[in-house]
Nanobody, 113 residues
Framework: QVQLVESGGGLVQTGGSLRLSCAASRSIFGMGWYRQAPGKQRGLVAHITSGGTTTYADSVKGRFTISRDNAKNTVYLQMNSLKPEDTAVYYC??????????WGQGTQVTVSS
């Protein structure tokens, strides 16, 4: 079992920045972020392996950066140039595959226009 604890969501204006953090209770191969807006399915934002291989959704490439500190079992999502369409609940995810078995509780990100 893996527990994930997220932090860093909030309200920001268009063009602003936020940084999300997610700490896992133990080391795990893949960690990432998904988001879900009202009425939409939960979708991948970004993913990173323990070796540093990254994957991004096309909609966030060039604006968001995922990174991780393996010593702290923590993954980060730096979000820059935020847009209203980035508004969603962001979920930390972890596991041995891209969409792993473990989920955080979610953190709200709201971008005002």
């Amino acid at each position: 079992q893996v527990q994930l604890v997220e932090s860093g969501g909030g309200l920001v204006q268009t063009g602003g920045s936020l940084r999300l953090s997610c700490a896992a209770s133990r080391s795990i191969f893949g960690m990432g972020w998904y988001r879900q807006a009202p009425g939409k399915q939960r979708g991948l934002v970004a993913h990173i392996t323990s070796g540093g291989t990254t994957t991004y959704a096309d909609s966030v490439k060039g604006r968001f950066t995922i990174s991780r500190d393996n010593a702290k079992n923590t993954v980060y999502l730096q979000m820059n140039s935020l847009k209203p369409e980035d508004t969603a609940v962001y979920y930390c995810n972890a596991g041995i595959t891209m969409r792993g078995a473990y989920w955080g509780q979610g953190t709200q990100v709201t971008v005002s226009s």
